[in-house]
């Protein structure tokens, strides 16, 4: 039994099953993060495929591999897929990497890969990092289920609309978000799904990692006081029950405020739940 766990499978043998595209995973900070199986593969395919040939060869020359590069990005993807699928079909083997954590994964590659798997040629992962699942296990949210949707659109109208078709998702939402669209999307977070629980977490694996727990409005208060740097992830508390209609209107009101929803966002939240006009929110709470 012991022997035939130390057999290696006849695929993941480079040279036993010719043209293999290895999709291997790349530490997304610290250098350590890296599979002793994911150096042995680049240690030994023909070519390396890869975002930024500078980013990837600090991670080569960190563990004494040489091995040639090519670019392979969201900018020429299509023209130079077809060039790695001959080399593929000819018997070489193929490392695709992205500049950090695992490829395809809100990074390019989807189209070598499909491409690979429609000629038949052998596609082996090679896992590893991701700062989706790392910082969904250090959250504290619920990990039974979620969905993650990859970047959160850049225009307002479109970020809402996704944000709005997935209110009602009974899962952990999982997006990234860059530094200089932050602010926005936690306004709209605020605005469409209200004050549910939330982790960020930024910088993962690296000397300035954090998690910042709270509502979309606390995490804008705390971050309004200082400049945001790095990589962001946004995790976002599941959709609960329906609320209950029987609970005083004002005291729903007051609950949401207290939660740090803005007054007329609170109006707003509570005119969709109980399906009735702002203008009636306004008169059953009296307000002035």
Known sequence: MLKRLLVRSRRDTIGSVSGTLYIVATPIGNLEDITLRALRVLREVDLIACED??????????????K??????EHNEQSRAPELLRELEAGRNIALVSDAGTPLISDPGFRIVEQARALGIAVTPIPGPSALTSALSASGLPTDAFFFGGFLPAKKSQRRKMLEGLKGYPATLVFYESPHRIMESLDDIVSVLGARRMTLARELTKIHEEFLPGTASELREALGQRQVKGELTLLIARAQAPPDDSKPIDAAFTELMDAGVPRMEAMKTLARERGLSKRQVYQ???LR
């Open 53 to 66: 040939t500078r980013q990837t060869r600090k991670l080569l020359d960190r563990h004494g591999i040489a």
């Open 284 to 286: 059953l709470l009296n």
């Open 68 to 73: 040639p590069l090519v670019s392979y990005h």
